[in-house]
């Protein structure tokens, strides 16, 4: 079993950059499609970006193409989110989430796993 804990999250103006980190305990997490999704306040959780078990496929929401890349480095147990031009409606919580397979999904229910998400705030 994966645990996921995210880090990286903060306050920062609108066009600024943040990477959040996600690192996973265990052995097996080249196993693991990892994926990024965010919830702001009153609204529900929603898909971002997620990458393969071995980092070839990544796929985004469209607010977000262009401005983030996600990647994995299954050596270090670590995904990370690269956040360049922040924009204030990027604000939300942050959470990591995987689930075993070799396939991708960006839909919510298709994770199994999720760490405790980290803030990010974007002013204007």
């Known amino acids: 079993q994966v645990q996921l804990g995210e880090s990286g999250g903060g306050l920062v103006q609108a066009g600024d950059s943040l990477r959040l980190s996600c690192v996973a305990s265990?052995?097996?997490?080249?196993?693991?499609?990892m994926g990024w999704f965010r919830q702001a306040p009153g609204e529900e959780r929603q898909f971002v970006a997620a990458?393969?078990?071995?980092?070839?496929?990544?796929e985004y929401t469209d607010s977000v193409k262009g401005r983030f890349s996600i990647s994995r480095d299954n050596a270090k147990n670590t995904v990370t989110l690269q956040m360049n031009r922040l924009k204030p409606e990027d604000t939300a919580v942050y959470f990591c989430?995987?689930?075993?397979?070799?396939?991708?999904?960006?839909?919510?229910?298709?994770?199994?796993?999720w760490g405790q998400g980290t803030q990010v705030t974007v002013s204007s």
């Open positions: 990458t393969t078990w071995d980092g070839g496929r990544a």
């Open positions: 989430a995987a689930r075993m397979t070799t396939n991708f999904y960006s839909e919510i229910h298709e994770y199994d796993l």
């Open positions: 265990g052995r097996t997490f080249s196993d693991y499609l």
